[in-house]
């Protein structure tokens, strides 16, 4: 694979961040994908929200798997850490660096493809054992690097570019992440800048595993009429759930809204998500009702996108393990062979 690196100098007049970091500094190489992709979108908005939130690039650790959207790593934040995993593997990969070293912060990117066919099981396991992780799903319904076959989440009917239905049924990303114990799950489309990087701020402040399903046309093979996952028909069928804005706890900040129009959602850091409603009835607390309500949409061929669900009182893996304060990559000989005392006491309590 070639990368194509962007020069390094920076015009004086860039706005930096209060890390001290412009909006250049966020970014990566020049991408190879397609013109028009909306993976591109995707890593577009990582940088924005990554920028927002004054985040130094070297506390992130970007993980992913292969394909397409695997890609996409190259694309953002140059200058933190990456590594590459065979197909499907990114989740594993992620939990063990993330037992090691729990001060980072953890991205990990894959696809349809990646994680729905080849790494359902990683998905289902590091989502349900609640890694402190954002993972997004960047989601097209296809095999682009391939030629465009379905991919496992390509909907029920939906034509391929020659034409051809699917007749396989779809897995539901959303779905398997609200079932599995996932405490904070949106979705969100690439053509939604607005909304998205909103969602990607809230998922980075969020403690626990927060899974994003972003649909992302392929401008290849699946962005045609009769394909569920095109731009127009997700802009023809988007549901929004809730009008979304991000709103970071270190400045107070006052506002002077309608009783009834909003829901704070507030983060154990201290920051908000600020939530317009658009249907009385629905509340992003309720696990079952965003089940059911993701079923009665589908049913009515509209794709929901908005924040879903959040759990405000979740833990993460670290939390459920009671590891200590120290990662464990800084924690030396005497703390990891503490004697034989100490052994006998841990064997002992499991008799």
């Not at 860039?14 to 190489?29: I, K």
């Amino acid at each position: 694979m070639t990368y194509i690196t962007k020069p390094k100098l920076h015009h004086p007049t860039l706005t930096c961040n209060a890390a001290g970091f412009t909006r250049r500094d966020y970014e990566g190489a020049v991408s190879t994908l397609c013109a028009g992709c909306g993976h591109d979108s995707i890593s577009a908005a990582i940088i924005q929200a990554c920028w927002e939130l004054d985040i130094e690039p070297h506390r992130v650790a970007k993980l992913s798997g292969i394909g397409c959207s695997s890609k996409t790593p190259t694309y953002f934040l140059g200058q933190s850490h990456g590594f590459n995993t065979v197909h499907g593997r990114m989740p594993s990969v992620l939990t063990g660096a993330n037992l090691a070293n729990k001060e980072l912060l953890y991205l990990g990117v894959s696809g349809d493809g990646d994680s729905a066919s080849i790494g359902i099981g990683q998905f289902v396991h590091a989502i349900r054992r609640g890694v402190n992780m954002v993972y997004i799903v960047e989601n097209n319904g296809v095999y682009g690097l391939t030629k465009g076959q379905f991919s496992a989440t390509a909907d029920l009917g939906s034509k391929s570019k020659k034409g051809v239905t699917n007749t396989d049924s779809p897995l539901d990303m959303i779905g398997l992440a609200l079932q599995l114990g996932a405490s904070f799950v949106a979705r969100g489309f690439s053509g939604d800048k607005p909304q998205l990087v909103p969602l990607i701020k809230a998922a980075i402040k969020h403690k626990g595993s927060a899974f994003l399903d972003v649909i992302s046309p392929c401008v290849a093979f699946n962005n045609h009429p009769g394909s569920t996952k095109s731009y127009d028909y997700v802009r023809e069928h988007n549901e929004a759930a809730n009008k979304l804005d991000f709103i970071d706890g270190r400045a107070e900040i006052t506002v002077d809204y309608a009783e009834g129009e909003l829901i704070d959602v507030t983060q154990h850091d201290g920051n908000v998500i600020r939530l317009r409603k658009l249907a009385a009835s629905y509340s992003p607390h309720d696990r079952v009702a965003a089940m059911n309500y993701l079923h009665e949409r589908s049913a009515k061929g509209e794709v929901v996108t908005g924040l879903l669900y959040v759990d405000e009182d979740s833990h993460d893996l670290h939390g459920h393990l009671n590891t200590v304060p120290t990662p464990f990559n800084r924690l030396g000989a005497k703390e990891l062979s503490p004697g034989s005392a100490t052994l006998e006491k841990i064997n002992a309590a499991l008799r």
